[in-house]
């Protein structure tokens, strides 16, 4: 897979901060990656608007899928907790091509949202997962959210360089499921 100008351009979120540990200034991470431990395999990080750097250096796994990081600079509790809620980015470039049928979450947001049937559903808002697997949540053309599993049943095409994704509209959860 060959990027585009677009896409090396495009930084792709790898974990947040979801709290600090301890008095020593560790923090807590929810990665993004496939191993936890790849978070900080990339190179430095950096905050949403690109204007912070950060180094950091994994120090062990904690329940959930959790890390626990040392960043540089940060040696104190109080200093880990101001950091909660930070998500932690690197370039597109820095990673590896996705597989066959793999996608990275940055690619698949924006996209069309079609049926099976080429009827325009919205376009990609999010890709979620709470624990039961991945989900696309949908901007739909009814300016609601909607969602759907991120399956093959469910979504049996993705084409990124396309543009959209089809899905099984009998498969869509729409909030409230007014209509």
């Known amino acids: 897979m060959s990027d585009t100008d677009q896409d090396s351009n495009k930084r792709v979120c790898v974990g947040v901060v979801t709290g600090a540990h301890g ?26 608007d690109g204007t912070r750097s950060f180094e950091l250096e994994v120090r062990n796994r904690t329940g959930k899928g959790q890390v626990l990081v ?78 759907i599993p991120f399956t093959l049943a469910a979504v049996p095409e993705v084409d990124v360089k396309a543009g959209r994704v089809v899905v099984d509209t009998a498969q869509i959860l729409r909030a409230g499921r007014d209509g």
Not at 24 to 42: C, F, H, K, S
Not at 106 to 128: F, K
């Open 23 to 48: 008095l020593r200034g560790l923090v807590r991470i929810r990665p993004y990656t496939d191993t936890a431990e790849d978070v900080a395999a990339y190179g430095p990080v950096t905050s949403e």
């Open 70 to 147: 040392h960043i540089d600079g940060v040696d104190d509790r109080t200093g880990a907790e101001a950091l909660k809620g930070l998500k932690f980015f690197v370039s597109r470039d820095m990673l590896p091509a996705a597989e066959d049928d793999e996608f990275y979450h940055a690619d698949l947001l924006g996209l069309a949202v079609v049926g099976q049937d080429g009827g325009t559903v919205g376009t990609v808002r999010a890709v979620e997962n709470f624990g039961a697997g991945d989900m696309l949540e949908i901007n739909d053309t009814r300016g609601g959210v909607s969602t």
